[in-house]
T-cell receptor, first 109, second 114 residues
Framework: KNEVEQSPQNLTAQEGEFITINCSYSVGISALHWLQQHPGGGIVSLFMLSSGKKKHGRLIATINIQEKHSSLHITASHPRDSAVYICAAVTGTASKLTFGTGTRLQVTL | KAGVTQTPRYLIKTRGQQVTLSCSPISGHRSVSWYQQTPGQGLQFLFEYFSETQRNKGNFPGRFSGRQFSNSRSEMNVSTLELGDSALYLC?????????????FGDGTRLSIL
């Protein structure tokens, strides 16, 4: 079993829908990153959080350290949100980064 | 401010050769980390450098090595290439070492082994 699990693996939504991507981890962490990867490979860091909730535009990330769970929400989804979303857990003394397997999101018109 | 720059973007090599990839961090960033991404294994951490010293290393064979220069630019080298080394290699930079701070990724080098 992977230390960091994401669900769902694939997600198709229609434009305007509310989207939730989940990330759970089995080890203690000090922080968690949410990353976005578009076709072509480049990765953009969306959030880094260690508690509570963060919001940027239509994106919201939450984390519950006790329950070992984080979610990424996209409100009013748009085709340009189509990408792979990856969570990454920071473990050790901030010395190790373990990645989830990614969620491939496709938003259609 | 320029982002993280990786060169080359694409590379084709044959088995047994060696390859060197380059990563220039964002100006002022002193920490550089490297990652391998394959369809089968996903993203995996290779190593982290700070002040020209390797701080951490992932679970990869000794054929994978790296270094960091005094200007924070980093290179990684893979020797005796194998078919399984075909992957997207990404680097990321941050102001300070450790992963409990924002990471800024480059666009990657796509390495194909024939």
């Amino acid at each position: 079993k992977n230390e960091v699990e994401q669900s769902p693996q694939n997600l198709t939504a229609q434009e305007g829908e509310f989207i939730t991507i989940n990330c759970s981890y089995s080890v203690g962490i000090s922080a968690l990153h949410w990353l976005q990867q578009h076709p072509g490979g480049g990765i953009v860091s969306l959030f880094m959080l260690s508690s509570g909730k963060k919001k940027h535009g239509r994106l919201i990330a939450t984390i519950n350290i006790q329950e070992k769970h984080s979610s990424l929400h996209i409100t009013a989804s748009h085709p340009r949100d189509s990408a792979v979303y990856i969570c990454a857990a920071v473990t050790g003394t901030a010395s190790k980064l373990t990645f989830g397997t990614g969620t491939r999101l496709q938003v259609t018109l | 401010k320029a982002g993280v720059t990786q060169t080359p973007r694409y590379l084709i090599k044959t088995r047994g050769q060696q390859v060197t990839l380059s990563c220039s961090p964002i100006s002022g960033h002193r920490s550089v980390s490297w990652y391998q991404q394959t369809p089968g294994q996903g993203l995996q951490f290779l190593f982290e450098y700070f002040s020209e010293t390797q701080r951490n290393k992932g679970n990869f064979p000794g054929r994978f090595s790296g270094r960091q220069f005094s200007n924070s630019r980093s290179e990684m080298n893979v020797s005796t290439l194998e078919l399984g080394d075909s992957a997207l290699y990404l680097c990321a930079s941050s102001l300070e070492p450790g992963f409990d701070q924002p990471q800024h990724f480059g666009d990657g080098t796509r390495l194909s082994i024939l």
